[in-house]
C-alpha cells in the first residue's frame, strides 16, 4: 500500500454534509463538506470537498455536483468510495501511512446491507480493518460523558440526514431511535414554504443560509430578516424577497416536532430509574442540525427536561470515534465487524 505506515488508526465521521477525518495522537485534521462533482461526458472528477459544493446548483449540463450520501447512509457507491479515498489521502497527506485501522460511524438503525457498504467503501479505500460505531454512543464519548457509569444519559444527535436518539448506561445503549429528519430536511422544508407563499423557487445553499442565520426553532427567540434571491415562478425572472425568523420557524415547524415527537417516545421506553437518571443530568444535544436557534429549548419546553448543546457539536461523533480507536489495542475484535466498543471495553 502507498499512502500508510502501519499501526496509524483513523476515525471517520463519514456524514451526509460533511466528512471528518480524526488521525490517532493528531486530533481532527479534516472537514469538508460531502460533495463530489463530475462531469460526466468524460466520466471523470473535477473535484471533492468544499471545491465541489461551490458547484452545486452551478454546475453546466455534463458536469454535476452530486452528494454520494443521502438520509444517512450511502446512496452512491462509487462516489462514496472515491470520496473516502481522497479524503483519506488528505488527511494524512505527508505522513507516511499504511494499512490503519479505520473506525467509522454509522446510524444506530442502519440496516446490515447499509453496515455492509461502509465496510466495503472503507475498505476499498485502503483500510486494513474497519469498525463500525453508532453515531449516539461516539457524539457521547466525543462530548467526553463517562457512559461506562450505571448512569443514563440521552444524546440526540442530529446531522444532515439523520436524527439518532439514544439512552446509555454502563457502556451500552438501552432505547435508540433513528429517523430520517435532520438538516436536510429542514432546508427541503424552507425551500416548499417559500415556493408556496410566495411563488418563488430557491437552491438548497440560500436555504441553508436562511436555516443558519436567521432561522429559529421557537417562537419569539429571534428577530431577523435576510433577504433572499430565486426565480419567480410565475414571470419566470429572477426575484429577490425578504424573509424573517418567524417565516423560517413556521417553515420548520414539522420537522422540528416530529424530532421532539421521537425524544418523547424514546423517553417513554427509558426504564424509570434511567429516566430519572436524565431528568437530573439533562438532554445532550450534537451535530450541526442540533445547532439551529431554539432547538435546545423546544425540545426542552415538549420534554420538560433541560437540554444542553454540545461544545464543538459537529466534532463530537468524529472525536468520539477517535477516543475508541484508542481501546483497539486492548480488545481482541474478529475483523470487519460491527462492535459496540464501549460494551466489549468496559
Ligand atoms: N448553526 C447552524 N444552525 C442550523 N443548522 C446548522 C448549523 N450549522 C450546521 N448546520 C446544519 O447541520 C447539518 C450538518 O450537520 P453534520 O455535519 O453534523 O451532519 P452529518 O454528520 O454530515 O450528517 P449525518 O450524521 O446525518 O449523516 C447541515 O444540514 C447543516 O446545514
Same mark, same amino acid.
Given at each position: 500500500?502507498?499512502?500508510? *505506515? ?26 469538508? +463538506? ?6 460526466? *461526458? ?107 457509569? +450505571? ?64 432561522? =429559529? ?7 431577523? *430578516? ?10 419566470? &425572472? +429572477? ?17 422540528? =416536532?416530529?424530532?421532539?415527537? =421521537? ?60 477516543? *475508541?480507536?484508542? &481501546? ?12 459496540? &466498543? ?5
Amino acid at each position: 500500500m502507498w499512502f500508510w *505506515s502501519m499501526g496509524t488508526d483513523i476515525g471517520i465521521d463519514l456524514g451526509t454534509a460533511t466528512v471528518l477525518v480524526y488521525l490517532k495522537d493528531k486530533g481532527v485534521v479534516l472537514k469538508e +463538506p460531502s460533495v463530489v462533482a463530475i462531469d460526466r *461526458s468524460k466520466n471523470k472528477i473535477l473535484a471533492v470537498g468544499e471545491e465541489a459544493r461551490q458547484m452545486i446548483g452551478r454546475t453546466p449540463g455534463n458536469i454535476v455536483a452530486v452528494r454520494p450520501l443521502r438520509d444517512g447512509v450511502i446512496s452512491d457507491y462509487d462516489m462514496t468510495e472515491k470520496m473516502l479515498r481522497y479524503f483519506i489521502r488528505k488527511g494524512c497527506a505527508k505522513r507516511k501511512i499504511s494499512a490503519p485501522n479505520v473506525m467509522v460511524c454509522i446510524p444506530s438503525q442502519a440496516t446490515e446491507v447499509e453496515k455492509k457498504a461502509v465496510i466495503d467503501a472503507t475498505k476499498n479505500s485502503g483500510a486494513k480493518k474497519v469498525y463500525l460505531i453508532e453515531e449516539p454512543l461516539a457524539a457521547a464519548i466525543g462530548a467526553g460523558l463517562d457512559i461506562s457509569e +450505571p448512569n443514563g444519559f440521552m444524546v440526540v444527535d442530529i446531522g444532515g440526514g439523520t436524527a439518532d436518539i439514544a439512552v446509555m448506561s454502563l457502556g451500552g445503549t438501552v432505547v435508540r431511535k433513528s429517523l430520517k429528519v435532520a438538516g436536510d430536511k429542514f432546508d427541503e422544508a424552507i425551500i416548499r414554504h417559500i415556493r408556496n407563499k410566495y411563488k418563488l423557487m430557491i437552491g438548497e445553499r440560500t436555504a441553508e443560509n436562511l436555516k443558519i442565520n436567521i432561522g =429559529s426553532a421557537c417562537k419569539g427567540l429571534r428577530d431577523l *430578516s435576510m433577504p433572499i434571491k430565486g426565480r419567480n415562478l410565475i414571470t419566470g &425572472l +429572477p426575484d429577490t424577497i425578504e424573509i424573517t425568523s418567524e417565516e423560517i420557524r413556521e417553515a420548520l415547524l414539522e420537522p422540528v =416536532s416530529l424530532i421532539a415527537e =421521537s425524544v418523547h417516545a424514546v423517553l417513554e421506553k427509558t426504564p424509570p430509574e434511567l429516566a430519572a437518571d436524565i431528568m437530573d443530568q439533562g438532554i445532550l444535544l450534537t451535530g450541526g442540525g442540533g445547532l439551529l436557534f431554539g432547538l435546545d429549548k423546544y425540545i426542552e419546553s415538549a420534554t420538560g427536561i433541560k437540554v444542553k448543546v454540545a461544545e464543538d457539536s459537529v466534532e463530537c461523533v468524529v472525536k468520539g470515534t477517535g477516543k *475508541s480507536l484508542k &481501546l483497539l489495542n486492548k480488545i481482541e475484535f474478529d475483523g470487519d465487524m460491527e462492535v459496540s &466498543l464501549v460494551e466489549k471495553c468496559n
